[in-house]
């Protein structure tokens, strides 16, 4: 059976000349607003935003390399027959598999470039990679409770605060976590809060 053909311009929402950074805009705002963790892991919209999510990432894998992007757009402007069309979807996804993180890694590498964009993450000089900053807990904290209950569970006698949670946040950090796995450990609620305040701030500095 031959593939369905997908625009990956339409799903990032952008034109065919779109520049590398317009591209680059495009996913991060796409992919904040697709991913399946700003909606409860109940919810029954779970499964076509991770559907979504997929796509989104399966454009920007695609979009963002110039090889990659100019076999796409010959394939596109040549008006391929569907045999050809799942041909070249096919060779696309043996060389994304092969050569590319899956679509969660990819978006965690983004992740932490717009956090450390805001100020919410760090270069880890010890451990490599990302951490994250005071402000990062402030954020959490100051946007859920709950989230700084989390924060503070295994410690005893942590004041309950803003400053409580950049003091373990510290602590947090001393354990060379990146950033997106710290994240990926809150609680649902927080996780969908803390994507929505980003994707927020995205778009403000996209449209700025």
Known sequence: MARTRVDYYKILEIDPSATEQQIRTAYKRAALKSHPDRVPANSPE???????????????YTLSNATRRREYDEARKASATSEQWANFAEQQQQQQAADEPSAAE?????????LREEGLAEDDTVHGGTRPTGRFWSVVGGISG???GFIVANFPGAVAG???GNRLGAVRDSKGKSVYAVFQELPQQDKARLLSELAARVLRSAVS
């Open 162 to 164: 803003a400053v409580a």
């Open 146 to 148: 709950a989230a700084l």
């Open 106 to 114: 990819q978006f965690g590498s983004i992740f932490e470039e717009m």
């Open 46 to 60: 779970r499964a076509s935003r991770t559907k979504k999510f997929q796509q989104v990432n399966d454009a920007y």
